[in-house]
């Protein structure tokens, strides 16, 4: 494909802010609307699925009342800092729902969808992604932290895309049911 000085120049400035960690909300809605197959996949297999959101969970042991108690102030810090208040999720925890704003999902308080303990999550938009992962990583004290992306591919967004911080919890993938790009599960997993 015969690609344009000029786009190939944005594209650089592009990748090299995405690179350095020192893009925003204006440089990914640039991206998106001058390269809109970039971050798109090439067909419709999970090999190469679109990364639309992200997910941060936060794993704790929901009957240690300590730790409860520690995991539910994390949370109210992070709702504080990022101004989350009255901002639940209405969507379906497995809806990679592109374009989506930051929003809180409701406390497990018992092991449920494929985790194996408590957790608690925020959804998270990807140009959002570097800083409020970098203030959970920064403030998590003793509990693990999750974090995936949401593409529709539920089983490899959260086995082979993720990442721990903290101590890695079992994953019960067989839970899943949407495993192809952009799949919106109907419930919540």
Not at 46 to 72: G, P, R, T
Not at 73 to 82: H, K
Not at 164 to 181: H, L
Request: glycine share 6%; charged share 15%; net charge negative.
């Amino acid at each position: 494909a015969v690609v344009s000085t000029q786009s190939t120049g944005l594209l650089t400035t592009l990748l090299v802010a995405c690179a350095t960690g020192h893009y925003h909300d204006y440089d990914w809605k640039v991206m998106q609307s001058i390269f809109p197959d970039l971050l798109a996949g090439e067909d419709e297999s999970c090999d190469h699925a679109k990364i639309s959101s992200y997910h941060i969970h936060v794993l704790f042991w929901q009957n240690n009342k300590d730790h409860v108690e520690s995991a539910l102030n994390l949370r109210n810090n992070f709702i504080n800092r990022y101004r989350l208040n009255n901002k639940t999720c209405t969507i379906a925890a497995g809806n990679p729902a592109f374009g989506h704003e930051m929003c809180v999902f409701e406390v497990d308080w018992n092991p449920a969808g494929p985790f194996t303990t408590a957790q608690y999550s925020f959804f998270i938009p990807p140009y959002r992604l570097q800083e409020t992962s970098f203030w959970m990583l920064q403030n998590k004290g003793d509990h693990d932290v999750f974090i995936h992306p949401n593409s529709g591919c539920e089983t490899d967004d959260h086995t082979k895309w993720n990442t721990f911080s903290g101590a890695k919890w079992p994953i019960d993938a067989s839970v899943f049911t949407c495993n192809y790009p952009g799949c919106k599960p109907n419930t919540r997993s």
